[in-house]
């Protein structure tokens, strides 16, 4: 019985009928257009004193109604009214206005089925209680027995025990028409409103596109922080150790790790900015490091640290790092940074790292030479004082992957003849003959 109540007079069976009432009042522009036209195709007749020209008014309101639904913000509006009145599940409905004419269409068709059933339940809702009322206090209202109202069946001079009867079916058959309706709409809307196959193929693009940028801020994050993180850790342990020998080393160690935190901080707003929407990085705000402005600097923070690094550098033809396309040298600097801080956390000294760019031979239909930058980087697997040996890749070479794959190169990482090694090649254009 309760549940029964529920359905007919519930908090969201009354949501449902505030929102056929809304349908039926969209629909009055409709009607009252298609009234002016009809009662001048009968020969200056009212619509509104003559039932018959009312239902005609009414049907050709609908065409009217079902024309405007074409356009691209009627979708959305009514997503949105089902979502917040009818109790809809939102992923059962589409997002953004209709793209294809095929959702167009359907949601022409939801457009008038919720304006045609809003009306006829609106008017209802307007008509029939006030009839019903009277009726339930006639016995109680000598007025209303002495009164001849007429309309037909509708008359206040009926049985005094037949009319409190009759008052309350025309209440309860209002109720059940509206919770009825609403029960139609809310089950038709997933139909009529949800997602085509194209809403789920940009819902897809779109969910694609924020996992990128996502995945492009956390290999960000992990390049930069992650790697100061392990540079200052094992820079600071590596001071404390020779404290009392060696002074200059320590100050040497304290000075990498100010330049490392330094510039952390910088590359750190720079992300940050990112995250913000239309909130971009500070003018101040340190650019992304590259081969050219930054590998000494890398290098010399990765041995401050304690860590052996022998470097073999050959630019090519270009004669210099800032010749290389600026994508590509900063990519492989993410790269290099990657390598050496897994090697500082995980590897042994030393830390052999080769940096080449050399021709990789003509390619079908180009003209000149492909040329390709080549990074190589192995260590022995031991760990000495303590360090934990790597036999795996973690998130930051993954991320170093993902790199490599969005300029069209690759990357090998893994044991290699009973020590660590990390290949990579990236695709730098063509050199012409």
Do not use: K
């Not at 409709?30 to 020969?43: E, I, K, P, R, T």
């Not at 009212?46 to 979708?75: D, I, K, Q």
């Not at 596109?209 to 930069?224: F, I, P, Y």
């Amino acid at each position: 019985m309760r549940e029964g109540t529920a359905r007919l007079l519930g908090a969201r069976a009354r949501l449902r009928w505030v929102h056929l009432i809304l349908g039926g009042a969209l629909l009055m522009p409709y009607f009252l257009l298609a009234q002016v036209g009809v009662g001048m195709a009968a020969g200056g007749g009212n619509a509104l004193n003559s039932f018959p020209l009312a239902l005609a008014a009414y049907a050709a309101a609908l065409p009217l109604a079902a024309a405007t639904a074409v356009f691209g913000l009627v979708r959305p509006l009514s997503v949105t009214a089902v979502r917040s009145m009818c109790g809809v599940p939102g992923d059962r409905l589409a997002d953004g206005p209709a793209r294809s004419w095929a959702a167009r269409g359907r949601t022409s068709a939801w457009w008038t089925l919720h304006l045609g059933v809003g009306a006829l339940i609106s008017g209802v809702t307007l008509a029939v209680p006030p009839m019903g009322v009277a009726l339930i206090v006639q016995p109680f209202v000598i007025g209303l027995r002495d009164a001849r109202l007429g309309l037909g069946w509708f008359a206040t001079d009926m049985d005094p025990y037949v009319a409190p009867l009759l008052g309350i079916g025309l209440l309860a058959g209002v109720v059940l028409c509206a919770a009825g309706a609403g029960a139609l709409l809310a089950r038709l809307a997933p139909v009529l409103l949800g997602p085509t196959a194209a809403d789920r193929l940009a819902a897809a693009e779109e969910r694609a596109s924020d996992l990128a940028v996502r995945n492009r801020l956390a290999r960000e994050l992990h390049d930069a922080v992650g790697h100061a993180l392990s540079a200052v850790t094992l820079q600071a342990v590596a001071a404390r150790r020779v404290l009392d020998r060696d002074p200059d080393f320590v100050r040497e160690a304290l000075a990498a790790i100010e330049d490392t935190t330094r510039r952390t901080v910088g590359e750190l707003d720079a992300v940050l900015g990112l995250l913000r929407d239309g909130d971009p990085a500070r003018p101040d705000a340190a650019p992304a490091p590259t081969l050219a402005s930054d590998l000494d600097g890398l290098l010399a923070r990765t041995r401050a640290g304690g860590t052996t690094v022998t470097a073999h550098e050959d630019p090519g033809p270009a004669r210099e790092w800032a010749q290389l396309p600026a994508i590509a040298s900063r990519e492989a600097y993410r790269i290099v940074q990657e390598g050496l801080s897994n090697a500082m956390r995980h590897g042994a000294d030393p830390v052999e790292l080769s940096i080449r760019v050399q021709a990789g031979g003509r390619r079908p239909g180009q003209e000149g030479v492909h040329r390709e930058l080549e990074i190589t980087m192995t260590n022995p697997i031991a760990a000495p004082d303590g360090r934990e040996p790597r036999t795996t890749g973690g998130r930051g070479l993954r991320g170093a992957a993902e790199r490599a794959a969005l300029l069209g190169g690759r990357i090998e990482s893994g044991l290699h003849e009973g020590g660590w090694r990390l290949a990579a090649v990236l695709p730098l254009g063509e050199e012409p003959r």
